[in-house]
Nanobody
């Protein structure tokens, strides 16, 4: 059974930074692309960015230059470094084991809340 556990969310002022982590178990983590998604109240879940098994990442336009996805295959963990946070980044953030790069799979974490105050 694949399990994904996110951590690292919290309350931060605009302009601040947070690093989210997603620890995976029950899967061969190193062969899977991983994605980060977010869902704000009243909105659909959206892709923030994804990283290939080899470590190449792509991002949605709204976070380019501010967010960085990385992974440590030895620790079965994917990270989302978020800098220059804005109030519109406020959402629950989820990681996802991708079917293939950019295509969400069936396995999700429980989510971690990120709140950015102005």
């Amino acid at each position: 059974q694949v399990q994904l556990v996110e951590s690292g969310g919290g309350l931060v002022q605009a302009g601040g930074s947070l690093r989210l982590s997603c620890a995976a178990s029950g899967t061969i983590f190193s062969i899977h692309a991983m994605g980060w998604y977010r869902q704000a109240p009243g909105k659909q879940r959206e892709l923030v960015g994804a990283i290939t098994s080899g470590g190449t990442a792509k991002y949605t336009d709204s976070v380019k230059g501010r967010f960085t996805i990385s992974r440590d295959n030895a620790k079965n963990t994917v990270y989302l470094q978020m800098n220059s946070l804005k109030p519109e980044d406020t959402a629950v953030y989820y990681c996802n084991e991708q079917l293939r790069f950019g295509v969400k799979g069936d396995y999700w974490g429980q989510g971690t809340q990120v709140t950015v105050s102005s």
